[in-house]
């Protein structure tokens, strides 16, 4: 068992790397041919763009990786997409031991074989986007994005939600979910989180081993 970044000179091609990425590294373990990610024995971690870089380094840098365990309650979605694809690339299977809730989710359905530890769970709600961090995106990109009044804003945000949604969907349906389960996934508010059960879970096809 071995901390990433106490070799980060194998798997890091610059020290920069390592300075601009190390509130990420300390999320990622080595043990044997499983990766493990945890953002919950971290104080105020969560998922974030930082990590799919060094997720994306530490694949490349171990190529005897095969599982990657997860332990994680959320947080980017653009984040969670990027690790997931790299997951899909890899072929790696994926596990949760804790909790894998949110954008973990997207993380965990990209695993060729997915299964949980007993007593973990897997946490299902829509995404949220605050109004201080939409009014702080507005102002960031307003001028190239085209938009002259915070009405453009809301209609591009409108156009861009149904879009993701329908992303969502075919996404999960494409890593075997049951489609009514992904739709029933995709209807619990974000002040709350829905727990299936192991039954439920496989039945509906979110996990599964081959």
Same mark, same amino acid.
């Given at each position: 068992?071995h901390?990433?970044?106490?070799?980060?000179?194998?798997?890091?091609?610059? =020290? $920069?790397?390592?300075?601009?990425?190390n509130?990420?590294?300390?999320k990622?373990?080595?043990?044997?041919t499983?990766l493990? *990610?945890d953002t919950e024995?971290i104080a105020?971690a969560?998922?974030v763009?930082?990590?799919?870089?060094?997720?994306l380094e530490?694949?490349?840098a &171990? !190529?005897?990786?095969?599982v @990657?365990? @997860?332990?994680s309650?959320?947080g980017?979605v653009?984040a969670g997409?990027?690790?997931?694809?790299i997951?899909?690339?890899?072929g790696?299977d994926?596990?949760?031991?804790?909790e894998? !809730?949110? $954008?973990?989710?997207? /993380?965990?359905l990209a695993?060729? &074989?997915?299964q949980?530890?007993?007593?973990?769970?897997l946490?299902f +709600?829509?995404?949220t986007?605050?109004?201080?961090?939409? =009014?702080s *995106?507005y102002? =960031?990109w307003? =001028? !190239?994005d085209?938009w002259?009044t915070?009405?453009?804003?809301?209609?591009w /945000?409108f156009?861009?939600?149904q879009?993701e949604f +329908?992303?969502?969907l075919? *996404?999960?349906?494409?890593r075997g979910?049951?489609a009514e389960f992904?739709?029933?996934s995709?209807?619990i508010p &974000? $002040?709350?989180?829905?727990y299936p059960t192991?039954v439920e @879970?496989?039945?509906?096809?979110v996990?599964?081993?081959?």
């Amino acid at each position: 068992m071995h901390k990433i970044f106490g070799f980060c000179a194998a798997l890091l091609a610059t =020290q $920069s790397f390592a300075d601009d990425h190390n509130g990420s590294l300390e999320k990622f373990e080595i043990r044997g041919t499983t990766l493990v *990610y945890d953002t919950e024995t971290i104080a105020d971690a969560e998922i974030v763009a930082d990590d799919v870089d060094v997720l994306l380094e530490t694949l490349r840098a &171990n !190529s005897g990786v095969r599982v @990657l365990e @997860l332990n994680s309650s959320g947080g980017s979605v653009w984040a969670g997409r990027e690790m997931a694809r790299i997951v899909i690339d890899f072929g790696l299977d994926t596990i949760v031991h804790g909790e894998c !809730s949110s $954008s973990c989710v997207r /993380v965990f359905l990209a695993g060729e &074989n997915r299964q949980m530890t007993l007593g973990s769970k897997l946490g299902f +709600h829509q995404p949220t986007w605050s109004a201080a961090n939409m =009014q702080s *995106y507005y102002e =960031q990109w307003r =001028q !190239s994005d085209g938009w002259d009044t915070p009405f453009d804003f809301s209609a591009w /945000v409108f156009e861009d939600t149904q879009r993701e949604f +329908h992303e969502d969907l075919t *996404y999960m349906i494409s890593r075997g979910v049951a489609a009514e389960f992904a739709v029933k996934s995709k209807g619990i508010p &974000n $002040s709350d989180n829905w727990y299936p059960t192991r039954v439920e @879970l496989s039945l509906a096809g979110v996990l599964r081993s081959e």
